[in-house]
């Protein structure tokens, strides 16, 4: 009897156990889900392209469990090891969308089967591409005459300079800040992460993911963002390398100047220039000197043809030295393209000097390092989510009544105007933010 009660005991207990190790077992693979889908941002929004992968060093991970902080879901661009070649847009341009496909979610569950169910900590979720149209730039290649174009602003006291503005450039070029109406606004129509800051001799990447997280792809549509896209793949970025300029890319270059000069930065810099006697009041002829000096080809580097203020400024070349280097690029919107193909690694913006203000997802204004196909700017200011023709203004302006530095004030951002000039034409103009 005590043998028969004992074996029962032993059978309850061994089935009590078991159960027991279930209900264990069961929590601790809840657990291990949680954690696996939290460290990989399962539980977040911001998902990433395809084709950014994580990316991360020893050096990134030791930092990340010395600080025994989350892990960001981002992603970043794979570096190409070498120079892309000269690639035109597509039809159909790939930037990046904030929701999953059911390829996507079939990858990562393949994924997870090949690792027995469990998830690699750390690993960020991807984000699927969309595409932007842009099968109407075609039509910007048209005969000027043949194409479309937005309003007229219309002309009135508010857009001519006062004469504090005409005796004040810092005041003229806060006013140019001021007209600039179809300027983004962080958050709502684009967001930015800066990551960490570095020194300039700093060659670590100090930014996990991209200098992007998101672009309103409503932007493209506006007729002056649109019409400067297009022309970014009109050059070749090797300094080396002369231009050919097909007559279909110089009407897209009169439209852009004719669809630029309808809006009320334009329109403010030719009644500025004209009262200082530096133009005439002719405004046909006001627009034919914009595309001069922004367009008409010269020699740098060597090369006759070989460059011009708009591709040097806006788009960027790489100088065949001894080391590689990135020369110009100061243009966000190029930038931000660039970064969506992955030829443009973000490596973190640059501390300022004097302990000035840290930069954060809603400034406009920013000083940064980054890699273009491989190859290092180790330092670079560019304002964000400015439009196209405030910054043709604001550079032209300070060409023509300015010095090579001009510290002005641009709404709430201290900013010095770097212009060099090559002759009589354009050599270079960026910004410096001035701690």
Known sequence: MDGLIKGLVDIALGVGGDRRDGDDESRDERSRSTWAEVAAGEQDNSDRADRYRPNRSRREEESQIRHDEWETPNSRPSRPSHMAGHEGYERYE????????????????????????????????????????????????????????????????????????????????????????????????????????????????????????????????????????????????????????????????????????????????????????????????????MATIWFDLHNRGGTSGSSSAFEHVFVGEIKQRDEQEVSGFHNWLQFYLEEARGRVDYQGFILPRRHGEIPDSESQLLTIQFEWNGVLKSVSSTLIGVTPEFEIALYTLCF?????????????????????????RIGSVFPIAES
């Not at 930037?95 to 690699?120: A, P």
């Not at 140019?176 to 300027?183: C, S």
């Open 94 to 289: 790939v930037v990046e969308q904030h929701d999953y496909n059911q390829n996507n979610w079939n990858r990562r569950e393949e994924e997870k089967n090949k690792n027995d169910g469990w998830e690699t900590v750390g690993k960020r979720p991807q984000r699927r591409p969309h595409k932007v149209q842009m099968d109407h730039w075609q039509g910007y290649k048209r005969p000027p005459s043949e194409q479309e174009y937005c309003n007229e602003v219309e002309v009135g006291t508010n857009l001519k300079p006062s004469e504090e503005e005409l005796a004040d450039l810092s005041q003229a070029c806060n006013r140019l800040w001021e007209l600039d109406l179809n300027r983004l606004v962080p958050g709502k129509d684009y967001q930015i992460d800066v990551g960490e800051g570095k020194k300039v001799y700093q060659k670590e990447d100090m930014a996990e993911g991209s200098l992007f997280s998101w672009l309103n792809e409503d932007i493209f549509r506006r007729p002056t963002f649109s019409r400067f896209c297009s022309l970014l793949d009109n050059y070749n970025p090797d300094v080396g390398h002369k231009e050919v300029i097909s007559s279909e890319e110089r009407q897209e270059q009169t439209a852009f100047i004719e669809e630029i000069s309808r809006t009320a930065p334009i329109k403010y810099l030719h009644k500025y220039l004209s009262l200082k006697g530096i133009i005439s009041e002719n405004y046909q002829d006001f627009k034919s000197m």
């Open 400 to 424: 023509f009544t300015g010095r090579e530095d001009n510290h002005i004030q641009l709404g709430s951002y201290p900013v010095n105007i770097k212009c060099y000039r090559f002759g009589d």
